[in-house]
Structures are given as structure tokens and as C-alpha cells.
């Protein structure tokens, strides 16, 4: 087996270190491969209910009128996550196009929007205003307030009872950390904060930014009590198959609008061909459950080759997970950079290529991006990124076959022993 990653420029140390981790988490991968099976199982499910058959993988164009393969992929995903309706297209074009849809699908003028989980998601800062851009939430008079987590990262239960008030719409929760260094939160804990809200007014909508988070655990935001939960296709859900899309699963009258908001008012989900698009977004769904499996357990090899060796890791070598990104506080541009070079350097695609800084639309910093994928900026692919601010941290993710993820880290540990910027002794 060295000889095999030898021939990929893995030095004897570097291999022998991660063989060292890799014994001691034998027991936690298999209950990786036991949430995964379930999944699959819930998949496979809710693709026998709804029979989906070769009809469903036909190209359609124009309109779409009556087009049985989208429609059909719409109840699957509305029956794998438990909710009336969904909304899932190619016609979403990333995860932050989907989170801006159920938004302002829902969400009018005077309306309240509500984080109780702190600073959202980068992209989510300018679609909401809280960094000024044009087309803004709050530019079409949608006010935003903000309760930051707690200290020891918890929910800041008064400070959320005293932050609704009778304008308060809609509560987004963000599932994944993103890029900060708080925790990702259970399932469970989301449903906790989702009673919470409902205790004190029902009517509030809650949505749950689900990026990441999706077949990590058995259950999904939408089975405790989220009207609304909101993802992207080049992650999780896709399976690395799908070339692009979003989600979005809810209650009937949320999806409705969201439909409304996406094509037009009048035309709603009627409208929208699927451009020949179905095999590939049913195939990845189908295989999500195992791709997400193979990247959460690089995730926990990554955590547990950099921790001892003094890098600070979210989450932590030991920590239950709840997505698959692994945050690596490496403390300097260049262990960064050296970092992401090396996941370049183990891709199938542009290996050759040298990722460097660069500032990306909607994001604040210069970011670092990782990536030889099949579909660009997919990061379900193995993948590395994070904007050049302390902590300097990586954010690290992806990954569709476990043998990939591990070569990956292998890698980037190996890179910044080449350039002294740790040392395995
Ligand atoms: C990736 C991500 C988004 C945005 O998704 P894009 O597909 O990159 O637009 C939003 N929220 C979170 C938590 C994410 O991880």
C-alpha cells in the first residue's frame, strides 16, 4: 500500500503517522457506515414510493410544463425529509440562490428577519444588507435583528425572547458553523431552539440553512419542527453528481411561495425544464447518504492528524459531528496556503494547478480555495477554503470516496512538512 502513495510524493512518516490515527477510529467510522445505511435506506424508500422509473430521466425543454422527472424528484426529496411540499431545480443556482428564494419568498416589507444564532453565513450578509448590496432584503424594507451565541457557544435564550417582537417573520438558523469557529449544531439542538420560538409565537416561520448538514445524522431539521430547510446540490444532497441546484423542503404554503418567487407570481412550480438534468440529480440523491459518510470520516482523519499536533481543530478530534467540515486553525497565511496546495496537489482534476488568494464575489476577505472537481466549486468534492483572517483557519470538506479524503489530508499535512511549517517529531 505505501508504495501506492510513495508514488504520490507521501513520505514514509507522513503515511506511518496517518496509519497511527487511523487505528484508533475504527469504531466511530462504523457508526458513520450505520447512519449511511440508514439513510440510504430512506432514500431508496421514498424513490420506491414515489416509483421512479426511466420516464423520469427525459429531457425537457421550454416551459417544462408537466414534466414528470422534476416533479417527481420534488416529492422524493419532500418524502426523504418529511415536509408537504419541496422545491428543488436546477434553476437554483447555489445554496445562497435557494437561502435568498425562501428569504424573500417570505418575507414582505416591514417584516422582521431573526438570527438567533449569530453573524449568518458570509454570502447570507449582503442578501440580508447587513453589508450593504443592491436588491438587499433590507433594501426592500425587511429589517434584520441579531442574537449572538452564548460565550461557551449556547443559544442566549433571553436575549432571543426579547429580541421577537410583533414584527418578527421568519427565524433562520444556520445548521453548519460556515466560516466561523462556533459549533455546528445537532439536529436535536435546532429542534430545541425551534420550540422555543414556537413557544413564544407559532406563527413564527423558522428555516434552517441545512449547507452541509445534510445525512450526517438520522434525522433532518424538517423532522424537529423547521418550516423550512434549505440546501445546495453541489454539497451533500447532489452526491457529487449533480452539476448544479438547490433545495428547498417546507410546509405547503412556504414552498408555494418560494415557487412564486423563483419563476413568477401565477406561474409558480409549473414552470422550469429540467434540461436533461434528472439522472444525474436522482443518481446523486441515491448516493448521497454513502458520499457524505466517506467525507464526514475525512473530516474526523483530518481532525486527528492535525490536533496532536498543536493545531486547534473545529470540531475537535473527539467530537460527535453534525456536518462534514473541519474547521484547522493553522495560524498563518502561508500554513494555509500550504495546506490547500496540498489538497490541489492530490486531485483527479488540476492537480497541477496552484491555488492562491483571490477576492471572491460575496465574501469580505481574500479567500483561499482548494479545488479539483468535476464540477466546479463543488464542495462535496474534496475541498479546501477560508477567507485570510485569523485564526487562519481552513475549512476543510468533501470528498466523494473516503480513499480520496484520506490521500487529500495526507497531502496537505505532507506540504507543510515540506516546508517546515510543522514537524511530526
Ligand atoms: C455553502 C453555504 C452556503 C451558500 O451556498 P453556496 O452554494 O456556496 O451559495 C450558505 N450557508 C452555509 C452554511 C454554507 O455552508
Known amino acids: 500500500m505505501f508504495e501506492a ?19 484508533r477510529l475504527q469504531s466511530r467510522f462504523s457508526a458513520i457506515d450505520k447512519i449511511a445505511e440508514y439513510n440510504q435506506a430512506k432514500v431508496i424508500s421514498a424513490m420506491q414510493k ?10 425537457t425543454s421550454g416551459y417544462g410544463y408537466d414534466d414528470v422527472g422534476r416533479d417527481t424528484l420534488e416529492k422524493v426529496y419532500a418524502d426523504v425529509f418529511h415536509t408537504e411540499a419541496a422545491l428543488v431545480r436546477p434553476q437554483i443556482a447555489c445554496g445562497t440562490h435557494a437561502l435568498t428564494v425562501a428569504l424573500s419568498a417570505n418575507l ?7 438570527s438567533p444564532v449569530g453573524l449568518p453565513y458570509d454570502t447570507l450578509q449582503e442578501v440580508i444588507g447587513i453589508r450593504e448590496s443592491p436588491c438587499s432584503l433590507a433594501e426592500y424594507g425587511v429589517s434584520y435583528r441579531q442574537v449572538d451565541l452564548k460565550e461557551d457557544g449556547g443559544f442566549d435564550y433571553d436575549g432571543i425572547r426579547a429580541a421577537i417582537n410583533e414584527k418578527t417573520k421568519l427565524v433562520t438558523i444556520q445548521r453548519s458553523k460556515g466560516y466561523a469557529t462556533r459549533p455546528t449544531f445537532s439536529v436535536r439542538q435546532i429542534g430545541e431552539l ?3 420560538i414556537k413557544g413564544i409565537r407559532p406563527d413564527i416561520v423558522c428555516m434552517v440553512d441545512n449547507c452541509y448538514g445534510e445525512f450526517v445524522e438520522t434525522i433532518e431539521p424538517s423532522d424537529v419542527g423547521a418550516d423550512m430547510v434549505v440546501g445546495s446540490l453541489i454539497k451533500n444532497p447532489g452526491g457529487g453528481l449533480a452539476p ?26 409549473e414552470v422550469g425544464a429540467n434540461l436533461g438534468l434528472m439522472t444525474s440529480l436522482y443518481q ?36 460527535t459531528r453534525h456536518d462534514i467540515i473541519q474547521a484547522v486553525e493553522l495560524g498563518s497565511e502561508a500554513a494555509m496556503c500550504a495546506f490547500c496546495q496540498g489538497i490541489q496537489a492530490a486531485a483527479p482534476v488540476d492537480s497541477f494547478a496552484t491555488p492562491v488568494p ?14 479539483g472537481a468535476f464540477v466546479q466549486g463543488s464542495s462535496i468534492e474534496l475541498s479546501a477554503d477560508g477567507p485570510i483572517r485569523p485564526p487562519y483557519a481552513v475549512y476543510f470538506q468533501g470528498g466523494l470516496t473516503w480513499a480520496h479524503a484520506k490521500l487529500g489530508i495526507l497531502m496537505s499535512l505532507q506540504k507543510l512538512v515540506d516546508a517546515g511549517l510543522t514537524s511530526l517529531n
Open 358 to 371: 483571490w477576492d471572491m464575489p460575496g465574501y469580505e476577505d481574500p479567500v483561499i480555495m482548494a479545488a
Open 194 to 196: 425551534i420550540s422555543f
Open 108 to 114: 414582505l416589507p416591514g417584516d422582521e428577519l431573526l
Open 284 to 319: 446523486g440523491f441515491f448516493l448521497a447518504p454513502t458520499v457524505t459518510a466517506g467525507a464526514e470520516k475525512g473530516a474526523i482523519f483530518a481532525a486527528n492528524l492535525y490536533e496532536p499536533l498543536g493545531f486547534r481543530c473545529v470540531p475537535n478530534s473527539q467530537e
Open 244 to 269: 448544479i441546484g438547490g433545495y428547498i423542503c417546507g410546509t405547503e404554503k412556504c414552498i408555494r411561495r418560494c415557487a412564486f418567487r423563483l419563476s413568477a407570481p401565477g406561474l409558480g412550480q
Open 50 to 59: 414515489n416509483r421512479v422509473s426511466a420516464a423520469c430521466f427525459a429531457a
Open 5 to 23: 502513495y510513495a508514488a504520490l510524493g507521501i513520505s514514509p512518516e507522513v503515511y506511518a503517522y496517518g496509519e497511527a490515527a487511523l487505528e
